[in-house]
């Protein structure tokens, strides 16, 4: 199976985060799944806490190791702070930005109308996920799609305001990609450096 389709919470309590947003289970069970969870472990080496940095990312973006990998090359190659530049290309993926701009509730689900071709970017249908969006690109919601109940639900009451690189456009329900997040923008919990220093190795 190449993507995870197991229990969220069972990843949330992993991380000790709600990396999938608010986790009912994780609020109950603040402690690693398995037999061994609630007790004290040993500290973690340098090593593990590396690892433990990429696959909080890979999860957290829905994104595949090959698919993971190749964008640290690519981020590598550009100018700027590796570990920042990472965490730009993945917030510019299609699916994240959907998500991003309130059109579905969850990354998966933002992945799922893209690939149902739902979504569109300059008025054309984009059925990539993993499509790099670029600044002043036009994401918005198929004609014949935005009368989608997931869709209508997750716009309900979504603050728009609170990523600075998005611009949405209530009358159309399309959002504009102004351009590349700061990190200071980004609300991922991830230590990128740790990331980099594992791939450096």
């Given at each position: 199976m190449a993507r995870?389709t ?5 990843i ?5 985060e709600a990396i ?5 289970v ?11 969870g609630?007790?004290k472990?040993?500290?973690t ?16 973006y829905g994104?595949?190791?090959k698919?993971f ?5 690519k981020a590598?190659?550009?100018?700027g702070?590796?570990?920042e530049?990472?965490l ?5 993926r ?6 991003r ?6 990354r998966?689900a933002?992945?799922q ?6 979504i569109?970017v300059n008025?054309?249908?984009v ?6 969006v670029?600044p ?10 935005k009368?989608l109940?997931v869709?209508?639900?997750?716009l309900?009451?979504?603050?728009h ?6 611009e949405?456009?209530e009358a159309?329900?399309?959002g504009k ?10 609300p ?10 594992l791939?450096?190795?």
């Amino acid at each position: 199976m190449a993507r995870y389709t197991g229990p969220k919470s069972k990843i949330a309590r992993k991380f000790g985060e709600a990396i999938y947003g608010p986790d009912k289970v994780l609020s109950k069970k603040n402690y690693p799944p398995g037999q061994h969870g609630v007790n004290k472990r040993r500290k973690t080496s340098e090593y593990g806490i590396q690892l433990r940095e990429k696959q909080k990312a890979k999860y957290t973006y829905g994104v595949l190791e090959k698919q993971f990998r190749n964008l640290f090359e690519k981020a590598s190659r550009k100018k700027g702070i590796t570990g920042e530049v990472l965490l730009q290309l993945l917030e510019a993926r299609l699916d994240n930005v959907v998500f991003r701009l309130g059109i579905a509730p969850t990354r998966a689900a933002a992945r799922q109308l893209v690939l149902h071709r739902h979504i569109v970017v300059n008025g054309k249908v984009v059925n990539i996920a993993s499509y790099s969006v670029k600044p002043g690109e036009v994401i918005g919601v198929r004609e014949k799609s935005k009368s989608l109940e997931v869709i209508a639900d997750s716009l309900a009451g979504f603050n728009h305001s609170k990523y600075p690189w998005i611009e949405w456009d209530e009358a159309t329900k399309s959002g504009k990609f102004l351009h590349l997040p700061e990190r200071a923008d980004i609300p991922e919990n991830i230590k990128e450096q740790a990331i980099v220093e594992l791939y450096s190795k």
